[in-house]
């Protein structure tokens, strides 16, 4: 993105210090695997369930492929969404905020923003590529529960550098802008 589309977003004194987009390689953790193993298992005996129901004829057995497409979407959704998500994601850090942006299908884009404060917590999952989380927030998780969500720039290869910034924003290290323009 070129600093003119950011005419209107940035505060006066606001300069942009980084700008990024994540990996969006696929990943493998074992919360993805277990799903999709559980996803692989219930296509699986949906489909056994629609071979078995087909020889008694008719058509009932299509009853079967409501389970079978919900048992591959949790089989594939863990493994691509992720990526999918992050290949459509944009990253800014200026001198007194966390931008990110998103643009994905259905939902359309959106642009969030995260004050750096000395009170902002920060942590660094060294890489590569590393990830820095400078906030929470609550997601609504399966059956309606919420439940607390690290929020920061994922899988970016700068990471320790971000993290460097983000720290000396915090220490005042980092000048945050006057207030009567740059």
């Known amino acids: 993105m070129s600093h003119d589309s950011w005419a209107g977003l940035l505060d006066e004194g606001e300069t942009i210090l980084w700008q990024g987009r994540p990996d969006g390689s696929v990943t493998f953790t074992i919360a993805n695997l277990m799903t999709s193993l559980f996803g ?41 969404w992720d990526a999918f998500r992050r290949r459509h994601t944009w990253y800014t850090l200026t001198n007194q905020r966390a931008f990110i942006a998103t643009n994905l299908p259905f939902k359309g884009k959106s642009l969030d923003s995260y004050p750096m404060t000395a009170d902002t917590p920060l942590s660094l999952m060294d890489g590569p590529p590393a990830t820095v989380y400078f906030a929470a927030g609550l997601r609504r998780g399966r059956n309606g529960k919420r439940h607390h969500t690290k929020i920061g720039f994922e899988r970016i290869e700068e990471g320790r550098e971000v993290f460097r910034m983000m720290r000396d924003i915090q220490s005042g290290d980092m000048p945050r802008g006057n207030r009567k323009g740059s």
């Open 40 to 80: 692989l298992a219930f296509a699986g005996f949906a489909l056994f369930w629609m071979i078995m129901a087909s020889q008694a004829g008719g058509f009932f057995w299509m009853f079967g492929l409501i389970h079978f497409c919900v048992g591959c979407g949790l089989a594939a959704g863990p493994l691509f």
